[in-house]
Every structure is written in C-alpha cells, then in structure tokens.
C-alpha cells in the first residue's frame, strides 16, 4: 500500500533564509514521486518530478528535491526564499505504471519579509 | 494551449438537487480523474478513468457518479447532494510520463 506523509503543516521562513519542506512516503513498488505547489485560489502546479533517474531533481523557481531511497523520503528545498514562494506544498507519490495517486496532506509555507 | 477546465467553478445548492460538475481537456490523455481537497487531508481521488467507457473508484467514492463517453470529457455527478459534500473539487488528466495537469477548481456549497 501507498502513503505520503508530510511532516510538517506549516513551516514559516524569513525572505532570502533557506526553505526545507519534508516528505516520507511508503510504497511497495518503485514509486514516482512529485511535488506540486498550490498558490491560492488557485490550480496546483509541478515543481518537480522524480522517475528513477537522477536522485537529485531540479525544478522550477530554484527548487530541488534529494530522493532517499534508504530514509524513504524525498524533501524539497531551496536555498533562499522569496515572498513569492508563500503557498501550500503536496508531496505525491504514484506507482510506476500504476493508476493510484496518493497526496500528502500539504505543507504551507509562510515567507516572512 | 494544453488546458483542463471545469464548469461552474463555484456553486451553491441546497441538499437533495442534482447537479453535474463537467471537465473537459485538449491534451488527448487517456487517463482523468476527479479529487476533493479539504483542509489538513490534502487531495482525495474520488474517481479515475483510465479510457473511454472504463472507470473505476478511488479512495472516496460515495455519493458520487462518473462517466466517460468520449476522450475529452469527464463530468462528476452528485444525484443527491449533501453538506458533507461541501468541497473544492479538481479534475486532472495524466501525461504518459506521470504528470497531472489539474483543472482551476470548482468550489462547491451544499447547503
């Protein structure tokens, strides 16, 4: 069975500091992994997007994320935060080949100027 | 332009009256599926539809009807609503490589 577990329901960073948003997942296959943001009011959008290729994934807006097999996590940073960057943060985790989709709760994130 | 859109994108109805929440896309994917996001519990798939005329339940299928009669289509009935059905819902289709391109949501009241 699938699971994404997001660690933290708020995180709050001052502008320019950096940004780590946290995210374990459980799954009994090889996984696809996904972070997408959800500015409000709106849509969500992928940031990035882990397929079994490199560990380290570069998205968009300077965000990256380091999949770990061994710690069955795959966290999002960035290394300075911008005002811009205030939004709500799903980590996803969906089968290879498979059908089921799983969302974390989400993880808002609070940029202070 | 690649685009999924929802109709309405808000509503308020009242228990009981039927209602219909269309998706449509332009990307040719095979694969759509409906979720409902709520506060702390993230996005909910409600149901999913691998091709034209195959559907099948997700994790929070009651109380909800879907069909799929053509490829770009993907409407979610509600035949007899319920406060508890009060949501913002989201349609999405899935590239081939895995990636989900949603709707702009429709936020529903039910009173």
């Known amino acids: 069975a699938q699971s994404v577990t997001q660690l933290d329901s708020h995180v709050s960073v001052s502008e320019g500091t950096p940004v780590l948003l946290r995210c374990n997942y459980s799954s009994s296959y090889s996984p696809s992994l996904f972070w997408y943001v959800q500015h409000p009011n709106k849509g969500l959008q992928l940031l990035l997007k882990?397929?079994?290729?490199?560990?380290l994934v570069k998205g968009i807006n300077g965000f990256e994320a380091e999949f770990k097999k061994s710690e069955t996590s795959f966290h999002l940073t960035k290394p300075s935060a911008h005002m811009s960057d205030a939004a709500e943060y799903f980590c996803?985790?969906?089968?290879?080949?498979?059908?089921?989709?799983?969302f974390g709760a989400g993880t808002r994130l609070f940029v202070k100027a | 332009e690649a685009q999924v859109t929802q109709n309405p994108r808000y509503l308020i109805t009242v228990t009981g009256k039927k209602l219909t929440v269309t998706c449509s896309q332009n990307?040719?994917?095979?694969?759509m599926s409906w979720y409902r996001q709520d506060p702390g519990l993230g996005l909910r798939q409600i149901y999913y539809?691998?091709?034209?005329?195959?559907?099948d339940k997700g994790d929070v299928p009651e109380g909800y009807k879907v069909s799929r009669k053509e490829k770009r289509n993907f409407p979610l009935i509600l035949e007899s609503p319920s406060p508890n059905q009060t949501s913002l819902y989201f349609c999405a289709t899935t590239s081939p490589a895995g990636e989900l391109f949603f709707g702009e949501g429709s936020r529903l009241t039910v009173l």
């Open positions: 996803v985790v969906r089968n290879t080949g498979g059908f089921k989709t799983i």
């Open positions: 990307m040719n994917h095979e694969y």
């Open positions: 539809s691998m091709n034209v005329e195959v559907t």
């Open positions: 882990y397929t079994s290729a490199a560990t």
